[in-house]
């Protein structure tokens, strides 16, 4: 065994125990060790806890940004709601209005044709009048013109010529008398 101890003693890649490293091993790994984590606890940690506390607020501000939008939905949704019941009872507002118009606008054609037909007729009725005036004062003249001339015809068969130069005679003096 002590050829054992003293080959392991020569050779670096034999340790004194099969669990625990050498001594010196130990003494420097536990140095760098404290020195790591020294240097993780003095740098790494307030970064770490720098990193969490905007990741912290990054989620805070997505979960506030989150409610606005859920609660400005929600508010827009009910917005939306209320304007579809006012779009139902603005239309049967307007449908009514419009009813109302339309029947008016009927009565007010009515009236207007109505209106128009009497003017019509009575229009009508005096160009029949004023057609039948004309009619019978053409009438008139027309007979009168005959009667006119069938006298004179008459007149002049039975009367002779001094006879009939003194009828002429009469007639101017009587227009001459009646200026």
Avoid at 7 to 19: C, G, M, N, R, V
Avoid at 92 to 116: F, N, P, V
Avoid at 135 to 152: N, P, T, V
Avoid at 158 to 178: H, T, Y
Wanted: charged content about 25%; glycine content about 6%; aromatic content about 4%.
């Amino acid at each position: 065994m002590r050829l054992i101890h003293l080959i392991a003693a020569e050779d670096p890649s034999q340790t004194h125990h099969w669990l625990l490293p050498e001594t010196a091993e130990i003494i420097y790994g536990g140095i760098a060790s404290l020195i790591i984590f020294t240097a993780i606890y003095k740098f790494g940690l307030p970064a770490a806890k720098k990193a969490l506390n905007a990741r912290t607020e990054r989620i805070q501000k997505e979960l506030d940004g989150a409610a606005n939008a859920l609660s400005s939905a929600t508010q827009e949704a009910s917005n939306i709601r209320a304007a579809i019941g006012d779009i139902a009872g603005e239309r049967s507002r307007l449908m009514a209005e419009a009813d109302q118009q339309a029947a008016k606008m009927l009565i007010e054609g009515r009236a207007r044709i109505t209106a128009e037909v009497a003017e019509l007729e009575a229009r009508g009725d005096a160009e029949i009048a004023a057609s039948r005036s004309r009619s019978s004062d053409e009438l008139r003249g027309e007979i009168s013109l005959l009667a006119s001339a069938a006298a004179q015809r008459a007149v002049s068969a039975s009367l002779n010529a001094s006879a009939q130069q003194e009828l002429i005679e009469n007639f101017i003096n009587s227009v001459g008398a009646a200026r």
